[in-house]
């Protein structure tokens, strides 16, 4: 048995005078968020075609839409088919052949509308984790998996495969995020080209052995606070630290951060073994197999025969 929620209600519209006015209608609202290792990046669409401020968040119009939400007693069912309207920079260019880089997640929220245009009720409705999308001209339809599905899946999954089986900083990994978080001031701004200074480390110990090399920080995040909120941005690129004491990072996007402002920096990992024995020195926690051969060697290639054949 299992539940279905139908599509988006159309929003409300008042009557022609002297008539009953139509019951209040709704809007529906998308959150996706990229999980590059812990820094997200997210995106904030609607249907209700003014666009939106709900929940203390902007919204986007956008024509979004969603097929039934299907989630069963027996938590054998817990899926959502989502559609968008393609725009360049959006979160679907991140399953590009050779962009991978990041964990997609999508947030449904409703919230009711009244006469006057004003949201209210505004709730949650369901979350999912969203796999590869599939473009049809200016549209983008993604199938998303709920928390249910998880019993659906095969275990364990632990994948064999040369790079490491974990996430930085999750459990298995073992090391501690507050033992990797690096203090720093902004010294320079250039659209989302950061320079930062004054760098320690938070937890009070010393800088690690090859600290900020080339790409130190590259996967990793840049956070601090506004509003009285923690916000993150991905770090795409850092520099070596000059003589100085500066590194230079490449962030997502711009931000509105200026010279002056305190901010943190949280270095990456790339799940190699090179990356987690030397930077990290946390080889022995490595759940990889750096030297699995590239072709089983089970496998025999086929051989083509050359010879002339007998007439």
């Known amino acids: ?71 069963s007693v027996d938590l054998e069912d817990d899926s959502c088919t989502v559609s968008f309207r393609y725009f360049a920079g959006g979160p679907w260019d991140n399953w590009l052949p050779g962009n991978l880089a990041a964990r997609g997640f999508i947030t449904i929220f409703r919230a009711d509308v009244d006469g006057a245009g004003a949201f209210s009720n505004f709730r949650q409705v369901w979350k999912g984790e969203l796999k590869t999308p599939q473009l049809d001209g200016p549209s983008v339809r993604q199938k998303a998996l709920g928390a249910n599905a998880l019993f659906a899946r095969s275990a364990p999954r632990q994948v064999m495969g040369k790079t490491c089986g974990t996430m930085l900083f999750k459990p298995r990994c073992g090391l501690a ?47 601090w606070t506004a509003g009285g909120l923690p916000l993150r941005e991905g770090v795409l690129t850092s520099t070596a630290i000059d003589g100085g004491g500066h590194v230079v990072l490449t962030l997502d996007r711009p931000s509105a951060l200026i010279a002056g402002n305190a901010v943190t920096a949280v270095p990456g990992c790339d799940r190699t073994f090179a990356t987690c024995a030397a930077k990290l020195a946390n080889g022995d926690n490595f759940r990889g197999f750096q030297f699995m051969p590239a072709v089983s060697p089970s496998f025999v290639i086929p051989q083509r025969n050359t010879t002339a054949a007998k007439k």
């Open 1 to 71: 048995m299992a539940a279905a929620w139908g599509r988006r209600a159309p929003p409300w519209r008042n009557s022609k005078p002297g008539s009953t006015p139509r019951a209040a209608g709704a809007a529906w609202f998308f959150q996706l968020d990229l999980d590059y290792n812990g820094a997200l990046q997210s995106w904030y669409l609607t249907n209700w075609e003014a666009g939106a401020t709900a929940n203390l968040i902007d919204w986007t119009y956008n024509a979004c839409d969603f097929d039934k939400l299907l989630q």
């Open 177 to 223: 995020l507050a033992d990797w978080i690096f203090n720093a001031v902004i010294t320079a701004v250039a659209g989302n080209v950061v320079t930062i200074g004054t760098i320690t480390r938070a937890n009070g110990g010393g800088l690690p052995a090859g600290f900020a090399a080339a790409d130190w920080f590259a996967l990793g995040w840049m956070g």
